[in-house]
């Protein structure tokens, strides 16, 4: 894969509509990136890959590091090479955060890597429990929630432009990882105490698609996707 590039497999929309089975290991997937989230077959719990390491927040509060031999239905990588690195950032919350990295993106059309390291004085996170057939959409999942305080960490995702909205969920799809390694998910809310934001804006995007009859078979409503989306995300 070439620099500045971000490798995407599967979509959120055809997630979000039951095309849950694996069709992509890990090992294959950090060919592309060592750096992005998503999740595992059968939507099972939170992906973070942080360094070319992949762990997985699962729908019972732990994580765990992954072998590399599991599957996934939907990813998002990139080699994280970051063009830009904020001052110090201290006692913010998140949406002020989100106001300031929206400020500094290269371009809203373009998709941006994004970074967060540092110390949380608050973060929520939920993690989707693993689906079994029929898969259901995921506004008809109940999703365990869980909340940290003093946390230091990692977040890692993705700015997604409103042109490509449906493909992942237009704006932010941040996850966290601890230091620790011991919690993680997608992120709902938190508050920084002190950390340093990193980014990379990605001008290349790559668009990989299972071959699993889940997905082949699948047929898909991109109004109710749509929908689907801005319930679940």
């Known amino acids: 894969m070439s620099e500045n590039t971000l490798y995407q497999f599967g979509t959120l929309s055809s997630l979000l509509a039951g095309a849950m089975d694996g069709g992509k290991t890990i090992n294959d997937l950090l060919k592309y990136g060592d750096f992005g989230i998503g999740t595992l077959d059968g939507s099972d719990g939170e992906l973070m890959v942080i360094n070319g390491q992949a762990f997985h927040a699962r729908q019972t509060g732990d994580?765990?590091?992954?072998?590399?031999?599991?599957?996934?239905?939907?990813?998002?990588?990139?080699?994280?090479?970051?063009?830009?690195?904020?001052?110090?950032?201290?006692?913010?919350?998140?949406?002020?955060?989100?106001?300031?990295?929206?400020?500094?993106?290269?371009?809203?059309?373009?998709?941006?890597?994004?970074?967060?390291?540092?110390?949380?004085?608050?973060?929520?996170?939920?993690?989707?429990?693993?689906?079994?057939?029929?898969?259901?959409?995921?506004?008809?999942?109940?999703?365990?929630?869980?909340?940290?305080?003093?946390?230091?960490?990692?977040?890692?995702?993705?700015?997604?432009?409103?042109?490509?909205?449906?493909?992942?969920?237009?704006?932010?799809?941040?996850?966290?990882?601890?230091?620790?390694g011991q919690f993680g998910g997608h992120i709902m809310d938190y508050e920084l105490a002190e950390g340093i934001i990193t980014m990379q804006a990605l001008t290349e995007f790559t668009q990989g698609f299972p071959s699993t009859q889940n997905f082949l078979e699948t047929e898909f409503d991109v109004h109710e996707l749509i929908k689907e989306i801005e319930v679940s995300e």
Do not use: W
């Open 63 to 180: 994580v765990v590091k992954l072998s590399g031999n599991e599957t996934v239905p939907y990813a998002a990588v990139a080699y994280f090479e970051p063009e830009y690195e904020f001052p110090l950032i201290q006692n913010e919350n998140s949406e002020t955060i989100g106001k300031l990295i929206y400020d500094h993106l290269k371009s809203v059309n373009l998709f941006h890597a994004i970074q967060i390291k540092g110390t949380f004085k608050h973060m929520h996170v939920r993690v989707v429990p693993k689906q079994q057939k029929p898969y259901r959409p995921f506004s008809a999942v109940v999703q365990p929630e869980f909340e940290a305080d003093n946390i230091s960490g990692t977040i890692v995702g993705f700015y997604t432009p409103e042109l490509f909205h449906g493909v992942s969920v237009s704006g932010y799809h941040l996850h966290f990882l601890s230091d620790d």
